[in-house]
């Protein structure tokens, strides 16, 4: 199976800072990396797909980079919506994989 | 609109059964992958189960299989998730999710979306 770490688990960032996250795979996965969102009691929700395709409907300051193992999602300017939990999951192998979730809180 | 509805969860005693049905509207339901994602209370997601178009293929973590089985009605427009054996490890939040797919070149890539709201399955005496 493929491992999937992230970095950090969670981190305080203030209105208007630039936030990157990490996420790593044990293996190579090509382009194969999806980022979602998830806040609180609600069901996650697509960000980027395919390591930098901005899904429709998402705010252009979140972006994606990346390939092979190494990833990043950026969001060059922290808005007060963007406070919540942040996963990468390869979709390169069965079993799909999660990373652990990096947790953006209001500093 | 693009929708998934999950039901079925609840409180159920270690070793029980349940089963989850995950209904799909807004879209062609029969073309596409299926999944069902879980998410213990305070953790992380946890890839359970998929089903390819015509029920043809399922794949399971290696947690579930042997216990858990996924399987599809596509005049429905349903998924199901019937579980045995349950222990209180199951005890999460199950979502049903949508696997779309794009080709980029040579590479078929692939993600979850949409997602339903979740159901919460909870194991315990």
């Known amino acids: 199976d493929i491992q999937m770490t992230q970095s950090p688990s969670s981190l305080s960032a203030s209105v208007g800072d630039r936030v990157t996250i990490t996420c790593r795979a044990s293996q190579s996965i090509s382009s194969y990396l999806n980022w979602y969102q998830q806040k609180p009691g609600k069901a996650p929700m697509l960000l980027i797909y395919?390591?930098?395709r901005l899904q429709s409907g998402v705010p252009s300051r979140i972006s994606g980079s990346g390939s092979g193992t190494e990833f990043t999602l950026t969001i060059s300017s922290l808005q007060p919506e963007d406070f919540a939990t942040y996963y990468c999951q390869q979709s390169y192998s069965t079993p799909r994989t999660f990373g652990q979730g990096t947790k953006v809180e209001i500093k | 609109e693009v929708q998934l509805v999950e039901s079925g969860g609840g409180l159920v005693q270690p070793g029980g059964s349940l089963r989850l049905s995950c209904a799909a509207s807004g879209f062609t339901f029969s073309n596409y992958w299926m999944n069902w994602v879980r998410q213990a209370p305070g953790r992380g997601l946890e890839w359970v189960a998929n089903i390819n178009q015509d029920g043809s293929q399922k794949y399971y973590v290696d947690s579930v299989k042997g216990r858990f089985n996924i399987s599809r009605d596509n005049a429905k427009k349903s998924l199901y998730l019937q579980m045995n054996s349950l222990s209180p490890e199951d005890t999460a939040v199950y979502y049903c999710?949508?696997?779309?797919?794009?080709?980029?070149?040579?590479?078929?890539?692939?993600?979850?979306?949409?997602w339903g709201q979740g159901t919460l399955v909870t194991v315990s005496s």
């Open positions: 999710a949508r696997e779309g797919g794009l080709w980029f070149g040579e590479l078929f890539e692939t993600w979850f979306d949409p």
């Open positions: 395919a390591a930098s």
